[in-house]
T-cell receptor
Framework: SQTIHQWPATLVQPVGSPLSLECTVE??????LYWYRQAAGRGLQLLFY??????ISSEVPQNLSASRPQDRQFILSSKKLLLSDSGFYLC???????????FGPGTRLTVT | AQTVTQSQPEMSVQEAETVTLSCTYD???????LFWYKQPPSRQMILVIR??????QNATENRFSVNFQKAAKSFSLKISDSQLGDAAMYFC?????????FGTGTSLTVIP
């Protein structure tokens, strides 16, 4: 069966520090991968999605970047965090152009 | 551009009663998928139900059912025999190609 992992679960970082969040999927090949951000009590904002290794589409201009070094690994990064980067970050995957999206457990990021 | 609208930020229902959450969407596509996701306080996104646009029959999953009106671009979720565990944020989502579009969510309270 397919599973999706995200780490860390919780992170507190000072403004200006770097960020690296990792997401891995098991049990499937060539998944579409997604990074979302969710502010408290709000909806999901799509940040990046990837349909293959090295293929990244950015939806929102910001100081974040994403990379996909392996088929089932998706990394969200920042060189310098801003206070506005605080939020709940969700990784998700889907297969092909059919069906639903499955989500990881999320990372709660607080920038102080 | 595809948009998903949930016009009810908050809803409440008595335990064992029925509640309907509303969702409308905008698209020019003829083939697509629609979903309802549940996000409990743990913030894990859980798929509740899915609907394929080419299917006229409304999807049902145990106590959860949808009313899919393709011409009206409406996709409501009905929860029957509401339980305390149904209390959560509910998100309506549309899939077009590789991208998913989410509504802003409806917070459901279940009153014992």
């Amino acid at each position: 069966s397919q599973t999706i992992h995200q780490w860390p679960a919780t992170l507190v970082q000072p403004v200006g520090s770097p960020l690296s969040l990792e997401c891995t999927v098991e049990g499937t090949s060539n998944p579409n991968l997604y990074w979302y951000r969710q502010a408290a009590g709000r909806g999901l904002q799509l940040l990046f999605y990837s349909v293959g290794i090295g293929q990244i589409s950015s939806e929102v201009p910001q100081n974040l970047s994403a990379s996909r070094p392996q088929d089932r690994q998706f990394i969200l990064s920042s060189k310098k965090l801003l206070l506005s980067d605080s939020g709940f970050y969700l990784c998700a995957w889907s297969v092909g152009q059919l069906g639903e999206q499955y989500f990881g457990p999320g990372t709660r990021l607080t920038v102080t | 551009a595809q948009t998903v609208t949930q016009s009810q930020p908050e809803m409440s229902v008595q335990e064992a009663e029925t509640v309907t959450l509303s969702c409308t969407y905008d698209t020019s596509e003829s083939d697509y998928y629609l979903f309802w996701y549940k996000q409990p306080p743990s913030r894990q996104m859980i798929l509740v139900i899915r609907q394929e646009a080419y299917k006229q029959q409304n999807a049902t999953e145990n106590r959860f059912s949808v009313n899919f009106q393709k011409a009206a671009k409406s996709f409501s979720l009905k929860i029957s025999d509401s339980q305390l565990g149904d209390a959560a944020m509910y998100f309506c989502a549309y899939r077009g190609g590789n991208q998913f579009y989410f509504g802003t969510g409806t917070s459901l309270t279940v009153i014992p």
